[in-house]
């Protein structure tokens, strides 16, 4: 279901307009208080999108928000007087993997900083290393994007350039302390393990003289304490036989990571007016607001935002309470279950016995999924999902996701989940 628009009656915000995504039919759904936390823009780079309004130069960069950031809730505020701020600050980001099996691909999955934190190198199509990897995000896009001439001379991005691609490399230590990181790239076909210097040079189709200098260069630094870009923490060090060194090498470019700007709100919230009045009964938390982060959001501090605002709105709002009893709805559309022929019925009392650390399924959408592996890596925390363990958490799931997550799970599903 697609909210079309906000119903309003007099100063007050009294429900929303939607249409069916099936059909196409119409309803309003009213309701006393109407929470907008639909993300933000920066997918959108369609003509006279929020981003080309606000930062054309940016349109040709990939992001990593999905195909939902496209400021609807903006535009739904908007449409009632909602006031505007800071929409022309958008963080980018100098790490998001490249797919070499799908390179143009306008969305990408970040190259978390644990990457570099654990001693990955950055290095460029000349077999260079160009910066302190372990800078911060606007300092390594900056010297990333200082590989434009024309970004070089003027610090502006023409919007015709082609955005430029780096290499990121981990020796085997480096890959070892970020194992579960790396395990889950290498599975993604995002990193690639080659075994010594000749394999590392002909991946990153650089002469491996140029390759073995920039090695050894780093090698030498480690040692000094201080590199040549100021770089003075040194983990995962390549050892000192680099030919018979295990390297883990991927592509990375810079991605629209994150919009500072969006609807202005009170510290409650409260959807403000260009004069700072409150539209009543239209709230906001999340990147769909702006003004929060200043000039450029710090690592980590989105998932802080919406569990502030989110928890600050949530209890100023009375919720009804559920019937005693009721479940969250299961359902499984025509795809889902034309990939799940092949697989099992799982009940609820065979679902229920794998509720541990070591054995963590969870049922969504109808569908069992072992999330063993995965619960440690989840960037809300290990325990969101452990507390899920054993049982249907469609719900949990439904509350902060879109289905089309699951998809990058296919190879975690176990069977179809029966209730009764």
Not at 34 to 46: K, P, Q, Y
Not at 200 to 212: D, E, F, G, Q, R
Not at 348 to 363: G, I, P
Not at 402 to 417: A, H, V
Request: a negative charge; hydrophobic letters at 35%.
């Amino acid at each position: 279901t697609k909210v079309t628009g906000l119903i309003a009656e007099g100063d007050r915000v009294v429900g929303v307009t939607a249409e069916s995504t099936l059909d196409n039919s119409s309803q309003e759904i009213r309701a006393d208080n109407v929470i907008l936390a639909t993300g933000g823009f920066a997918s959108d780079r369609s003509a006279g999108s929020y981003l080309d309004q606000n930062r054309p130069e940016l349109l040709a960069f990939p992001a990593t928000a999905g195909a939902f950031s496209t400021g609807d809730g903006i535009t739904l505020a908007t449409s009632l007087g909602a006031a505007t701020r800071d929409m022309e600050k958008v963080q980018i980001h100098p790490t998001g993997w490249v797919d070499p099996s799908d390179p143009s691909n306008p969305t990408k999955i970040l190259a978390a900083e644990l990457m570099r934190g654990v001693g990955g190198m950055l290095i460029n199509h000349e077999g260079k290393r160009f910066c302190n990897e372990l800078g911060t995000r606007a300092y390594v896009t900056d010297k990333m994007l200082q590989h434009n001439p024309k970004f070089a001379e003027t610090g502006k991005w023409v919007k015709e350039d082609d955005v430029p691609t780096f290499h990121l490399v981990l020796s085997s230590s480096a890959a070892l302390d970020g194992k579960k990181h790396v395990d889950l790239y290498t599975h993604k076909g995002l990193l690639t393990k080659v075994r010594g210097l000749d394999a590392l040079a002909a991946k990153m189709n650089i002469s491996k003289s140029t390759v073995k200098a920039t090695l050894q260069s780093y090698q030498k630094a480690s040692v000094a304490g201080i590199d040549e870009f100021g770089k003075t923490s040194f983990r995962g060090v390549p050892d000192e036989d680099l030919e018979g060194e295990t390297f883990y090498i991927g592509m990375v470019t810079p991605v629209l990571h994150y919009c500072m700007g969006g609807i202005k709100i009170d510290i409650e919230g409260n959807v403000l007016r260009e004069d700072g009045t409150v539209i009543q009964g239209l709230h906001a938390a999340g990147e769909v607001t702006g003004g929060v982060h200043g000039n450029n959001r710090l690592g980590g501090n989105s998932l802080l935002e919406c569990t502030v605002y989110g928890t600050i709105v949530g209890q100023k709002i009375p919720v009804k309470a559920q019937s005693a009893g009721s479940a969250p709805t299961t359902f499984q559309d025509t795809k889902t279950t034309e990939k799940s022929d092949e697989l099992p019925i799982i009940t609820a009392e065979e679902l229920s016995k794998h509720n541990t650390e070591e054995d963590l399924w969870v049922a969504i959408h109808g569908i069992v999924y072992d999330f063993t592996e995965f619960a440690h890596e989840h960037p809300a925390g290990f325990e969101s999902i452990f507390d899920l363990a054993g049982t249907d958490g469609t719900g949990a799931f439904a509350a902060v996701h879109n289905k089309g997550m699951l998809e990058d799970f296919e190879e975690d599903r176990k069977g179809i989940f029966q209730s009764s």
